[in-house]
């Protein structure tokens, strides 16, 4: 059984700065929206409720120990959601309510403060206790106090919560919280049917062999957790955020942030008691050596505060790194994965509420599973250098020796029809910069990164090369009609000669062969992005940056604009909606699924996340962190 909460969550506060979305896959699910907000400066970040509104009312989910008062509700759903020969009686039911209520958990969806009082119980976890290490008959019947390994009974959620999260939600919860309060208690074990190993497996659960227990007409499937084998130190994990599938083997795409979610809980996120010393986190990010180190921490509300480092220290946001956050608190179970109206809050220390909902929960095994998100932000306005200079100084001589091109190249684009040479420079927001080529150019352009932002454009944050893409003059009668692509295609930039192009052999090619062209995942996006991009800072090449592309896109929608006057793309181009695919072209490489809206001034960008590894902190790390 696996479900969630289809339920709403709705924290208010003034500004809106960036919203994020988790997208179904399929265009039939209703959107959802999520909001990145921001408080008044001067007012303190204080500790909001997470709620849920199922029905126009406000609840909070917990899982709480049972009661006598829960018998004849769980007793319901029992009966609701087993076979008649494998469901519990209610008689064994009351029989573990009454002796083992520590091991009875109800997961329950109540008001919140100053509504109307009102619950639902959403579904329940039941184990008893027994000296035995495998599951018998005997222990399924009994329950010994002193034993030291809990079987799990039942597993249940109502019906119409089911396959949206909330079973692995709650049973994960329901071993931590064993874990952490009956700690005598080192393993449980329970039984299932081959079909809902998988479930159980994401929640840490191993095979243990065909179970002897004949309970029902068909076989089980006995399943152990180790409790006193759980790490002691905090649990973390590498996702990649605006990751694909790619042909490939041994292809990694997207950007990796390495998440680090810790167990202490605080009323808010200003709590000091929440992260370990920021220069232990520093230290810790650095010996990561990921674009972003993420550190997670559990409000007592349901929401969650985070603080973000890169290998040179703190930042305030990082929004590859919030949706890594994001999918890691989903795919692993500590939440559910939200419905349409659930929301997940991520509080930073700069004062950002980071809102996300979700309508389809990650998919797939524990590691390598997929989320598919959208992170909406403020357009960055784009303005020209006057002459082409930086900071009174001409760009282009150095730019040539940046890029690895004759000076005669980086020209204009000339009026004659060849559309080839420089189509833009400026500023792309306060301290970021862009540059945007004719297709035959980026193409041939070998980028110096440490050129481009020492002796190019002195103090920039951020150096953004951009063109169209739709390379291959073959694809001109395959490639997508939308408008804004052919928008762009109206355009008339000189495109490479596709036989020219240097092979693309997958993973790290980029690298070795000095070209954007390379690193694009076997050539998977060469003929399919409508706009290509590759963005350079402090660090080297940027697998994927979110922020770039909030100017890139609205940069490339005014460039289609002025260059199209006539048919679809102009028609496309004035619009107010601006959908293209867009891919960066780093040796990873990255997909966002991208739109401009000119009238809301917002650019969103979706794309997946994808779970690449999980461990925990070792003694050694823990140490450091001070969490030993």
């Not at 120990?65 to 769980?74: F, I, L, N, R, S």
């Not at 370990?276 to 550190?295: H, I, K, L, W």
């Not at 929004?319 to 179970?333: E, N, V």
Request: net charge neutral; with cysteine.
């Amino acid at each position: 059984m696996n479900a969630q909460l289809a339920s709403g969550d709705h924290l208010h506060t003034p500004h809106t700065l960036l919203k994020i979305t988790a997208s179904p896959r399929s265009t039939k699910s209703p959107p959802a929206l999520v909001c990145i907000q921001r408080h008044h400066v001067g007012v303190s970040l204080t500790a909001r409720r997470f709620q849920l509104e199922t029905r126009h009312r406000k609840m909070q989910t917990t899982l709480r120990q049972a009661t006598e008062a829960d018998w004849a509700a769980v007793c319901e759903l029992e009966a609701a959601s087993y076979p008649a020969d494998e469901a519990a009686t209610p008689e064994k039911l009351r029989f573990r309510i009454r002796n083992a209520p520590h091991l009875f958990r109800v997961l329950e969806a109540r008001t919140a403060p100053g509504a109307d009082p009102k619950s639902e119980l959403l579904g329940f976890v039941c184990a008893t206790a027994t000296a035995q290490e495998r599951v018998t008959e005997e222990s399924m019947s009994a329950h010994e106090p002193a034993g030291r390994t809990a079987v799990i009974h039942s597993v249940v959620v109502a019906e119409k919560w089911r396959r949206r999260g909330l079973a692995r939600h709650a049973v994960t919860l329901f071993a931590r919280q064993l874990a952490e309060s009956q700690t005598h208690i080192t393993t449980l074990l329970l039984l299932t049917h081959e079909e809902n190993s998988g479930l159980y497996a994401s929640c840490g659960f191993e095979p243990a062999g065909v179970s002897a227990v004949h309970h029902g007409s068909r076989p089980w499937l006995e399943m152990r957790l180790r409790l006193d084998r759980m790490e002691a130190g905090p649990r973390c994990w590498q996702v990649n955020a605006f990751s694909f599938a790619s042909p490939c083997e041994r292809h990694m795409s997207g950007n990796p942030a390495c998440v680090v979610v810790l167990r202490a809980t605080g009323l808010s996120a200003d709590d000091a008691s929440l992260f370990p010393a920021s220069d232990a986190m520093a230290a810790f990010a650095a010996e990561m050596r990921q674009p972003a180190t993420v550190f997670v921490a559990p409000l007592a509300d349901g929401a969650f505060a985070v603080r973000y480092f890169t290998v040179s220290g703190e930042i305030p946001l990082c929004g590859h790194a919030s949706l890594a956050a994001a999918h890691t608190l989903w795919a692993s179970g500590q939440l559910p994965a939200a419905a349409v109206q659930d929301t997940l809050a991520l509080h930073t220390r700069a004062g950002l509420i980071v809102q996300l909902r979700c309508v389809e929960q990650p998919g797939g095994a524990a590691v390598g599973n997929r989320g598919r998100y959208s992170i909406r932000l403020n357009a960055v306005p784009h303005i020209p250098l006057p002459d082409f200079a930086w900071r009174g100084t001409p760009v282009t001589p150095a730019l040539a020796r940046a890029l690895q091109l004759e000076e005669a190249q980086l020209q204009p684009l000339s009026p004659d029809g060849s559309r080839s040479g420089l189509l833009f420079v400026g500023s792309n927001g306060p301290n970021d910069v862009l540059v945007a080529l004719s297709p035959d150019l980026f193409a041939a352009a070998k980028p110096d990164p440490s050129v481009l932002l020492s002796e190019v454009f002195k103090g920039a944050r951020i150096v953004s090369l951009s063109t169209t893409g739709r390379w291959s003059s073959s694809d001109a009668d395959t490639a997508a009609t939308h408008g804004s692509a052919a928008a762009l295609k109206s355009m008339q930039l000189r495109h490479p000669d596709a036989s020219a192009l240097p092979p693309a052999t997958g993973y790290g090619s980029a690298a070795e062969a000095g070209s954007a062209a390379a690193g694009d995942a076997c050539g998977l996006w060469w003929d399919t992005a409508d706009i290509v991009s590759r963005c350079f800072n402090a660090d080297g090449e940027d697998p994927v940056c979110g922020a770039a592309h909030a100017g890139i896109i609205p940069f490339w929608h005014t460039a289609a604009a002025g260059a199209a006057t006539t048919g679809e793309g102009a028609a496309s181009a004035s619009a107010a909606a601006f959908a293209v695919r867009a891919f960066q072209s780093s040796p990873r490489g990255g997909v966002l699924e991208s739109s401009y809206d000119a009238g809301a001034g917002t650019v969103t960008l979706t794309g997946e996340a994808t779970t690449f590894l999980t461990g925990a902190v070792a003694a050694g790390g823990a140490a450091l962190l001070g969490l030993s």
